[in-house]
């Protein structure tokens, strides 16, 4: 493992490294408006979701690392603390990367990129009609982060309006990710799509904490059949059975253990369970 201490990188190189290494990162596509009325439309993958209560959303425009100038979504959000942040799909995701070129102040990025402005509800920035979700925004704060190449701004914004197009909607009108057909930034030039082959669930308990991998019997916790992923599914369980605890003359057959991995592999840890208890029961 090579150790890297940051203040000796240049900017540059340690961007490389960072962004590679804290991904995949969903994309900020931000429209935005000046006091003249000039139009903006860029992205930004230092995004995220960083309250509820209220909605807040945080986004970064970064100084340039090349000259140290500012970015025009940045001037236009101190002249207009207003925005919209239109999520981005695999339907829009090159004409998004249009929109990132670096055009004169005066360029609408909407044109250039063939991407729809829809007026907005609340706030004065237009939408992006292509957008399967679109975020208003009135920005609570901005925090400078430094003065240097490089330095982040982060934008607070709230929002106040979310619209989304049925189209991304399962059943129970609730947002399917299959659907939304998201991407996400990775470093340089790569990205993400998240796509029906790529989603898998990893169980939470809300109400029972899980026993813990502590907990789990020995002839688990240290057979090498099973990965690490799988004695953490195992342990995120709220009980186990009462013969399984403290014997440590049990053992599974290779023929068990794969039906305990293809249940794991289906995301149900009880029918893992099931079938060790079931198997030990016949020792």
């Not at 003249?36 to 970064?60: A, E, H, Q, W, Y």
């Not at 909407?110 to 509800?121: H, Q, V």
Request: aromatic share 6%; charged share 20%.
């Amino acid at each position: 493992m090579i150790t890297i201490h940051t203040e000796e990188l240049s900017t540059q190189a340690l961007q490389q490294y960072l962004q590679a290494a804290i991904a995949p990162r969903p994309i900020c596509f931000a429209s935005t408006i000046d006091l003249k009325g000039n139009v903006n439309l860029s992205p930004f993958s230092f995004f995220n979701l960083f309250s509820m209560n209220p909605p807040v959303c945080i986004f970064s425009p970064s100084r340039r690392v090349r000259d140290n100038t500012t970015k025009h979504t940045l001037d236009n959000l101190k002249e207009v603390p207003e925005c919209v942040i239109n999520i981005v799909n695999y339907s829009m995701v090159q004409q998004m990367s249009l929109a990132s070129c670096e055009y004169p102040k005066d360029v609408n990025e909407f044109i250039k990129s063939g991407f729809t402005p829809l007026a907005s509800e609340l706030v004065k920035p237009p939408r992006v009609a292509e957008s399967p979700i679109q975020l208003e925004c009135t920005i609570q704060e901005i925090i400078s982060l430094g003065e240097k190449a490089g330095a982040g701004n982060l934008v607070l914004a709230e929002i106040k309006r979310m619209h989304i197009n049925e189209e991304v909607l399962d059943e129970h009108k609730k947002i399917s990710p299959s659907k939304l057909d998201l991407v996400a930034r990775l470093g340089e030039d790569w990205y993400t799509r998240v796509t029906k082959d790529s989603l898998f669930k990893v169980e939470k308990p809300n109400t029972n904490l899980g026993i813990g991998m502590d907990q789990l019997p020995a002839f688990i916790l240290n057979h090498s059949m099973l990965s690490h992923n799988e004695k953490g599914q195992l342990a995120n369980v709220s009980s186990i059975p009462e013969q399984l605890r403290n014997n440590h003359d049990l053992s599974l057959s290779e023929e068990q253990l794969y039906e305990v991995k293809d249940a794991l592999k289906k995301n149900d840890a009880a029918l893992a369970w099931k079938i060790i208890e079931t198997s030990i029961s016949h020792q």
